[in-house]
């Protein structure tokens, strides 16, 4: 088994700051890639970013130079760190990681519980 514990959400005031965290532990053979997505009320799950085990990162558009990703692959730990935040930015954040459980086990994806990121304006 798999569990993602994440942590860091709340509420901040517009133009604050938070730093979501995700820990995978369990069955971890390899991590392929960790990220966020976010849920807002009435609207569908979206990326917020996502970052290879590798390096390289992708943003949603909406994030570009305000978020920043990052990844310890040593603590299968995972990072964003939110600044300028907005009222757009209200939404559940959900960790992400894309594993495998053994070397004979495909790639898979787990999802972490979520956490709640408000900004009052």
């Known amino acids: 088994q798999v569990q993602l514990v994440e942590s860091g959400g709340g509420l901040v005031q517009a133009g604050g700051s938070l730093r979501l965290s995700c820990v995978a532990s369990?069955?971890?053979?390899?991590?392929?890639?960790m990220g966020w997505y976010r849920q807002a009320p009435g609207k569908q799950r979206e990326l917020v970013a996502t970052?290879?085990?590798?390096?390289?990162?992708n943003f949603a558009d909406s994030v570009k130079g305000r978020f920043t990703i990052s990844m310890d692959n040593a603590k299968n730990t995972v990072h964003l760190q939110m600044n300028s935040l907005n009222a757009e930015d209200t939404a559940v954040y959900y960790c992400?990681?894309?594993?495998?459980?053994?070397?004979?086990?495909?790639?898979?994806?787990?999802w972490g519980q979520g956490t709640q990121v408000t900004v009052s304006s």
């Open positions: 970052i290879t085990s590798g390096g390289p990162t």
């Open positions: 369990g069955s971890i053979f390899s991590i392929n890639a």
């Open positions: 992400l990681v894309k594993l495998r459980t053994s070397r004979w086990d495909r790639v898979r994806d787990y």
